[in-house]
């Protein structure tokens, strides 16, 4: 039992620390590309929907990361993995400076996808090995290195992409990338005991019982919910700046309600962590869950700019802690010697769902010629989120104050 020590302790917390670090860098793929699209979309004449197929490209590889890479951690470990996917990361960024068609471009971004994948499933299957009272607060923490990622990075990079073109600032984040991950990651090889990991399985094993699902069924289930929820997460994050643009605000204030609403969320999934500390994974989604779906309703009325506004930053409020709370029922559900596996198979999922439903959102709009439908449509599958979550509470075994399995 002494080996148990190493859970929340003082290195837990340090490891916690370099994991961030490397949670911002490797995530800053996703929010280049949208950085450099105007200019992408200038350089190569492309309608506004050519110049989104990079970024689409990118979401596809970052979902298929997630499990991909998952799966590698949970069989090479943390730091092999970690410094693979740098040095993919930097190859995509090398591949598409000398990209000549946006075909070529979108071949790049999907690379960079995949690999970049390594900073958001996989960091945060790896840092719920290392807490035990704590583990809420861990998996937040470095889920939040996204959104912290997506927060500083444009603005970083803003400046050389005015000076220099988009292409410079791709050189310049390949070689950030590899002399900032693989030194980070060199620093992780460090393996949990034995003995840690005997008694998460044991915890995760008693937990599984009550729910009376094998793995993979759970999986699934898991899967549905958060595809579920973040088609109607999706809404107002790919759409807010279109609705300002037709609602005759501009793309600005769109782009600033979208900063609020990235805010707003590393918030919310700061605090989500620590409720989770002590209610649990499955009653922190719900608590999420049900917020998000009353910021949709807020929606609904609100066409001031001001109200918009406001309604942007509660839903940022409201929905940051939802999918890293995904990882955390996973850790507390599903074996832990496969966490990897199964935290990138769910949070898969979840970015396939924020992908359908920015497609759905728009298919709508096309359709009806406004985006109160799709408001809507995100209300119903917010709802088959929380139907799935209560039907796992209520087939979960009581919970001891205080405390969450391992």
Partial sequence: MAELT?????????????????????????????????????????????????????????????FVIGRAVDRFGVTGSLIAAAVGIAAGYGVAMYATSIFMLSLAQLLIGLA?????????????????????????????????SGAIWPMVLAGLLADSGWRSVYAFLAVVTLATVIPLALLLRRRLPEEAQNAAQAASDSNAKSVGLPPRK???????????????????????????????????????????????????????????????????????????CLALFFYLPSDGLVSLYVVSLIFGLSQGGIVPSYALIVREYMPARAAGSWVGFVLMATIAGMAIGGWMSGWIYDVT????????NGIVFNMLNVGIMLWLLSRSRPRKAGLVAA
Wanted: a positive charge.
């Fill in 369 to 376: 010629g406004s985006y109160q439908m799709a408001f809507w």
């Fill in 218 to 292: 759970l999986a699934l289930l898991l899967g549905l919910a958060g595809i579920g929820c973040c088609i109607a997460m999706s809404m107002p994050q790919v759409h807010i700046v279109s609705y300002c643009v037709d609602l005759g605000y501009g793309p600005v204030a769109g782009a600033e309600m979208l900063s609020l609403m990235l805010l707003g969320g590393v918030a919310s999934r700061l605090v989500s962590g620590l409720i989770a500390d002590r209610l649990g994974g499955v009653r922190t989604l719900l608590i999420g869950s049900a917020l998000q």
């Fill in 6 to 66: 190493v859970l929340d302790s003082k290195y837990s917390w340090t490891r916690l620390l370099i994991t961030l670090g490397v949670a911002m860098v490797a995530n800053v793929g996703m929010w280049a590309v949208i950085v450099i699209m105007p200019a992408v979309e200038t350089e190569f004449a492309l309608t506004r929907a050519q110049a989104s197929m990079p970024y689409t490209m990118t979401m596809v590889g970052f979902a298929l990361g997630n």
């Fill in 116 to 148: 970049s994948a390594v900073g958001f499933g996989p960091l945060i299957a790896d840092i719920s090995h290392w807490f035990m009272r704590r583990r809420g607060i861990a998996v937040a923490i470095v889920a939040s290195g996204n959104y912290l």
